[in-house]
């Protein structure tokens, strides 16, 4: 929740701001109880939220957020239990809404008025139904339970709210409605320690801490009051000591720059905005359902048992009410799934229709989601994806998406995907095996439509997803996915090796300047290469580098030149998108072929799009990896190959939907 506003190298080092830790001592004796591993597979439910978001008739007839009450959450339980708990889904989460003020201790206390029993008693009667009881909380302290610092802290002599945030009463979280704790305080721990004991003695299972930053759209380098790090790491050593397990994830739009330390103090993180439209409907797909395929990239690694990348609710029960075509939701479905994504439902359970409970309840679709592997694109450079995963059980799982928004083909090629020779398909969401497939699975979809695959090789695995990431006048940098067993790797460019590797990327030196290179890679116990990468190299003295605020550069409507300190140049082109362009003019290449172009972006969102128009006819796509803080000076870079023409060449830069990244330079 919060209120709707609307894969990258870091150029320059940026400090992690972080608030002091409490003295060593604060924790000393403290051993935490053990138990078996929180969090170990996504964890599968229903949440509130998305009902209390929505305008939908009937929904919430006292006002927006009226839906969350007592009476509505156990209805939702009880419907949980009967339609979805046999296939998994445990977790029942109160959302924002719940609170009103807090104890004589500062704690949160429920809203008398919607939980007339308390949270304990709610709490009570989800365990008896077999599932589990999440909360909601924020990070911060709490404006209304400051009082004028006066208020004790529980089961801590001497500790008052002034003891534990700054003089200044400095403003912290997401909506600026909490002041900053200060962390160097001994007594701001036992703070967070009385709060989850609270929680645990309610019987909690989940947490989720809203507005948390870096994130949120807040908390660059140069914004320390809404880097809540140290917050996250305190509230993580009193979910542990607190008696009980309980997950504890963050939200909203985290930044992936401090993934380190979301992974090592917490059981997942939303990557994105919320899902919901605040609309007629639950959500819409132009409205933040689609983003989740450019947001996610960049923390694909970072998920694993543990610790999970939240995608946000899954609203796909209840068309009329979802706002989604089939197709959409179909693809919502295998999305979230194939990204091992939490499989949390935000829909009015007890009208789950008829498509809706089969997309939920798909077990093929679950397995999916529940092996902890994530997907990974193997293309973004256009509107029709493939994503992939390559599983434990030898099987690939593939998904085909067209994101475009009229019908088309999407072909995923089966050496791309490292699938050599034949290979037996399961099309998961048709009930239907077909035997000795070779080439491809390919797909006529319609707008925003989906396939999702299951394909088990005849033959080995080959290395996957060959990709060249850098390239000078006589360097070529590879990285690919792993074959079967292979311990080595052998590199070979136009037939030729010319390197090994033990490792899954390698740098080739020794190439000459201006020359096209075919790529493949073999591992020691492959009998065939990889798919193909053809590159060439640049000229001599390495890639030529085009300033984007150039005076050769073509600006239209309000795209202009701003000052970018960590900038080359020390200046960028913002305000691009809609009817905004710039066109880079002059990018000059000796030879008609494919080159790799690296840009250099600042992007303080979760991610933005572009179009690369080359020569005013061939489109491609490229994502910008966001920073998610509102940092818009610290550039990063991506890359994506291009087809030149010798000669001069003009790459326009456009989103005829949206604003996208600043640009800085590109290479080529």
Same mark, same amino acid.
């Given at each position: 929740?919060?209120?709707?506003?609307?894969?990258?190298?870091?150029?320059?080092? !940026?400090?992690?701001?972080?608030?002091?830790?409490?003295?060593?001592?604060?924790?000393?004796?403290?051993?935490?109880?053990?138990?078996?591993?929180?969090?170990?597979?996504?964890?599968?439910?229903?949440?509130?939220?998305?009902?209390?978001?929505?305008?939908?008739?009937?929904?919430?007839?006292?006002?927006?957020?009226?839906?969350?009450?007592?009476?509505?959450?156990?209805?939702?339980?009880?419907?949980?239990?009967?339609?979805?708990?046999?296939?998994?889904?445990?977790?029942?989460?109160?959302?924002?809404?719940?609170?009103?003020?807090?104890?004589?201790?500062?704690?949160?206390?429920?809203?008398?008025?919607?939980?007339?029993?308390?949270?304990?008693?709610?709490?009570?009667?989800?365990?008896?139904?077999?599932? /589990?009881?999440?909360?909601?909380?924020?990070?911060?302290?709490?404006?209304?339970?400051?009082?004028?610092?006066?208020?004790?802290?529980?089961?801590?002599?001497?500790?008052?709210?002034?003891?534990?945030?700054?003089?200044?009463?400095?403003?912290?979280?997401?909506?600026?409605?909490?002041?900053?704790?200060?962390?160097?305080?001994?007594?701001?721990?036992?703070?967070?320690?009385?709060?989850?004991?609270?929680?645990?003695?309610?019987? !909690?299972?989940?947490?989720?801490?809203?507005? !948390? *930053?870096?994130?949120?759209?807040?908390?660059?380098?140069?914004?320390?009051?809404?880097?809540?790090?140290?917050?996250?790491?305190?509230?993580?050593?009193?979910?542990?000591?607190?008696?009980?397990?309980?997950?504890?994830?963050?939200? +909203?739009?985290?930044?992936?720059?401090?993934?380190?330390?979301?992974?090592?103090?917490?059981?997942?993180?939303?990557?994105?905005?919320?899902?919901?439209?605040?609309?007629?409907?639950?959500? &819409?797909?132009?409205? %933040?359902?689609?983003?989740?395929?450019?947001?996610?990239?960049?923390?694909?690694?970072?998920?694993?048992?543990?610790?999970?990348?939240?995608?946000?609710?899954?609203?796909?029960?209840?068309?009329?009410?979802?706002?989604?075509?089939?197709?959409?939701?179909?693809?919502?479905?295998?999305?979230?799934?194939?990204?091992?994504?939490?499989?949390?439902?935000?829909?009015?359970?007890? /009208?789950?229709?008829?498509?809706?409970?089969?997309?939920?309840?798909?077990?093929?679709?679950?397995?999916?989601?529940?092996?902890?592997?994530?997907?990974?694109?193997?293309?973004?450079?256009?509107?029709?994806?493939?994503?992939?995963?390559?599983?434990?059980?030898?099987?690939?799982?593939?998904?085909?998406? =067209?994101?475009?928004?009229?019908?088309?083909? !999407?072909?995923?090629?089966?050496?791309?995907?490292?699938?050599?020779?034949?290979?037996?398909?399961?099309?998961?969401?048709?009930?239907?095996?077909?035997?000795?497939?070779?080439? %491809?699975?390919?797909?006529?979809?319609?707008?925003?439509?989906? &396939?999702?695959?299951?394909? +088990?090789?005849?033959?080995?695995?080959?290395?996957?997803?060959?990709?060249?990431?850098?390239?000078?006048?006589?360097?070529?940098?590879?990285?690919?996915?792993?074959?079967?067993?292979?311990?080595?790797?052998?590199?070979?460019?136009?037939? /030729?090796?010319?390197?090994?590797?033990?490792?899954?990327?390698?740098?080739?030196?020794?190439?000459?300047?201006?020359?096209?290179? %075919?790529?493949?890679?073999? *591992?020691?116990?492959?009998?065939?290469?990889?798919?193909?990468?053809?590159?060439?190299?640049?000229?001599?003295?390495?890639?030529?580098?085009?300033?984007?605020?150039?005076?050769?550069?073509?600006?239209?409507?309000?795209?202009?030149?701003?000052?970018?300190?960590?900038?080359? *140049?020390?200046?960028?082109?913002?305000?691009?998108?809609?009817?905004?362009?710039?066109?880079?003019?002059?990018?000059?290449?000796?030879?008609?072929?494919?080159?790799?172009?690296?840009?250099?972006?600042?992007?303080?969102?979760?991610?933005?799009?572009?179009?690369?128009?080359?020569?005013?006819?061939? =489109?491609?796509?490229? =994502?910008?990896? *966001?920073?998610?803080?509102?940092?818009?000076?610290?550039?990063?870079?991506?890359?994506?190959?291009?087809?030149?023409?010798?000669?001069?060449?003009?790459?326009?830069?456009?989103?005829?939907?949206?604003?996208?990244?600043?640009?800085?330079?590109?290479?080529?």
């Amino acid at each position: 929740m919060h209120l709707r506003r609307r894969t990258s190298l870091l150029l320059a080092a !940026v400090a992690l701001v972080t608030a002091a830790a409490a003295p060593a001592d604060a924790f000393q004796d403290r051993q935490p109880p053990t138990y078996p591993q929180v969090a170990a597979k996504p964890y599968m439910g229903w949440s509130s939220w998305s009902l209390q978001s929505t305008n939908y008739p009937g929904v919430n007839p006292d006002g927006p957020g009226s839906f969350i009450s007592e009476q509505n959450i156990l209805t939702q339980a009880r419907a949980l239990a009967t339609k979805l708990k046999p296939y998994g889904y445990e977790y029942v989460n109160v959302d924002a809404g719940w609170q009103d003020g807090g104890d004589e201790y500062g704690r949160p206390v429920a809203m008398a008025k919607r939980f007339p029993r308390g949270m304990k008693a709610v709490g009570d009667d989800i365990h008896k139904l077999g599932l /589990k009881f999440g909360i909601y909380t924020t990070v911060g302290l709490g404006t209304d339970v400051y009082r004028d610092g006066n208020t004790p802290i529980y089961d801590a002599p001497g500790c008052f709210t002034r003891n534990i945030v700054y003089p200044d009463l400095r403003k912290t979280n997401g909506w600026d409605a909490a002041y900053k704790i200060d962390y160097a305080s001994p007594c701001a721990q036992k703070y967070a320690d009385s709060i989850a004991k609270l929680f645990a003695s309610w019987g !909690v299972d989940f947490i989720k801490m809203d507005g !948390v *930053g870096p994130g949120s759209w807040k908390g660059a380098p140069d914004d320390p009051n809404h880097n809540n790090t140290a917050d996250v790491e305190a509230w993580w050593r009193a979910v542990q000591n607190a008696g009980r397990p309980m997950q504890y994830t963050l939200s +909203w739009s985290l930044s992936h720059r401090y993934a380190d330390v979301w992974k090592a103090n917490s059981n997942g993180w939303r990557i994105d905005t919320d899902v919901e439209c605040y609309c007629d409907t639950i959500v &819409k797909w132009d409205s %933040s359902v689609k983003a989740r395929w450019w947001d996610v990239t960049q923390w694909i690694d970072d998920a694993g048992p543990g610790h999970w990348n939240n995608l946000d609710a899954l609203d796909v029960g209840v068309g009329a009410m979802d706002g989604l075509t089939d197709a959409e939701r179909q693809s919502y479905m295998t999305f979230w799934a194939i990204n091992s994504a939490p499989l949390f439902a935000g829909d009015d359970l007890t /009208k789950l229709d008829a498509y809706g409970l089969k997309l939920l309840t798909n077990r093929e679709v679950i397995a999916i989601d529940q092996s902890g592997t994530p997907a990974r694109p193997l293309n973004q450079d256009q509107l029709q994806q493939v994503w992939y995963a390559q599983n434990t059980d030898g099987s690939t799982t593939v998904a085909l998406f =067209n994101l475009a928004d009229s019908p088309a083909t !999407v072909t995923g090629d089966f050496a791309q995907l490292g699938i050599d020779g034949k290979a037996n398909v399961r099309d998961i969401w048709a009930d239907r095996n077909t035997q000795n497939v070779s080439g %491809s699975v390919s797909a006529d979809l319609p707008a925003h439509g989906s &396939k999702l695959y299951k394909i +088990w090789p005849n033959g080995r695995h080959i290395p996957a997803d060959l990709t060249a990431t850098d390239v000078g006048s006589t360097t070529v940098s590879l990285s690919w996915r792993p074959s079967t067993g292979a311990s080595s790797y052998q590199v070979f460019a136009n037939g /030729k090796q010319v390197a090994t590797s033990s490792g899954t990327r390698v740098l080739v030196s020794g190439l000459e300047p201006q020359t096209q290179y %075919s790529f493949t890679v073999r *591992g020691n116990h492959d009998t065939r290469a990889s798919a193909p990468v053809t590159m060439l190299t640049s000229a001599s003295g390495g890639p030529v580098r085009y300033e984007a605020e150039a005076p050769t550069s073509t600006r239209t409507g309000d795209a202009s030149v701003s000052g970018c300190t960590l900038c080359s *140049g020390g200046a960028k082109i913002g305000n691009i998108g809609y009817g905004s362009t710039v066109t880079l003019n002059g990018v000059t290449v000796p030879k008609t072929g494919t080159y790799l172009v690296k840009i250099a972006y600042t992007d303080g969102d979760t991610s933005r799009q572009s179009m690369l128009t080359v020569n005013g006819s061939d =489109n491609y796509w490229v =994502n910008y990896s *966001g920073l998610g803080d509102n940092d818009w000076g610290t550039p990063q870079v991506t890359y994506l190959p291009l087809k030149l023409t010798a000669g001069s060449n003009s790459i326009k830069v456009s989103n005829p939907n949206g604003y996208i990244a600043d640009i800085d330079w590109i290479t080529v």
